[in-house]
């Protein structure tokens, strides 16, 4: 079936560099994509999203890309800092869906002092 | 922001008892609702779609006699285990969906409830 995979499960960056996760998806279909962070314990929180008829969307330290082409999304959070230390997921809705998301494995991000 | 309240954080019940957790949307209406379930160091994994006045459409292999929803209002819907079991021991996550469909819509995950089955 259709998936969405993260091509890391592990990433350590050190404070202040700038950190990149990346994220493959299948499904042709999808039109909305969505950057989630997640701190043990605790829900999912929105970092940020891009439709499919943009290729880059930028909020406050982070930038997402999105390669349609080879269906490939990016993450990339500037000057990292240790509250940046989470698992972040990517998480995508197929036009026409039911408005549910499907979401990718999950990438550990770990900001090293 | 939008604000999703998910309650109780953390539950341990004995095995062979039922558990309700509730999400609500505390500041806007939610027509929809998502259930999810995550294990340790899994991704999310979409259990069934709650919507209000009508019956929840559940995920292949999830028993809806199992997990029952109801989601009688526009901001609260719940989840019960029934006759839980360790194996049903994982983290619940509910979501609601805000502004309808289209450009606006988004959606807001509550904080989890860890459910720990003995």
């Known amino acids: 079936g259709e998936s969405v995979g993260l091509h890391l499960p592990t990433l350590s960056v050190q404070e202040g560099d700038n950190s990149i996760i990346n994220c493959a998806y299948s499904?042709?279909?999808?039109?909305?994509f969505i950057w989630y962070k997640q701190e043990s314990g605790k829900g999912p929180q929105f970092i940020i999203d891009?439709?499919?008829?943009?290729d880059k969307r930028q909020g406050q330290r982070v930038t997402v890309l999105l390669n349609k082409t080879v269906k490939h999304l990016s993450l990339q959070i500037a000057a990292t800092q240790p509250g940046d230390s989470a698992v972040y997921f990517c998480?995508?809705?197929?036009?026409?869906?039911?408005?549910?998301?499907?979401f990718g494995s999950g990438t550990q991000l770990t900001v090293l002092p | 922001g939008a604000v999703v309240s998910q309650h109780p954080s953390r539950v341990i019940c004995k095995s062979g008892t039922s558990v309700k957790i509730e999400c609500r949307s505390l500041?806007?209406?939610?027509?929809?609702m998502f259930w999810y379930r995550q294990f340790p160091k899994q991704s999310l994994m979409l259990m069934a779609t709650?919507?209000?006045?009508?019956?929840?459409?559940?995920e292949q292999g999830v028993e809806k006699d199992k997990f029952l929803i109801n989601h009688a209002s526009l901001t609260l819907s719940t989840l019960t285990v029934t006759s839980a079991h360790p194996e049903d021991s994982s983290f619940y996550i509910c979501?609601?969906?805000?502004?309808?469909?289209?450009?606006?819509?988004?959606?807001?995950f509550g904080s989890g409830t860890q459910l720990s089955v003995l």
């Open positions: 979501s609601a969906l805000s502004g309808g469909f289209g450009a606006n819509e988004k959606l807001f």
């Open positions: 499904n042709s279909a999808s039109d909305y």
């Open positions: 891009i439709r499919s008829n943009m």
């Open positions: 998480a995508e809705r197929s036009r026409g869906s039911a408005r549910q998301l499907t």
């Open positions: 500041d806007f209406q939610a027509t929809t």
């Open positions: 709650s919507n209000e006045g009508s019956k929840a459409t559940y």
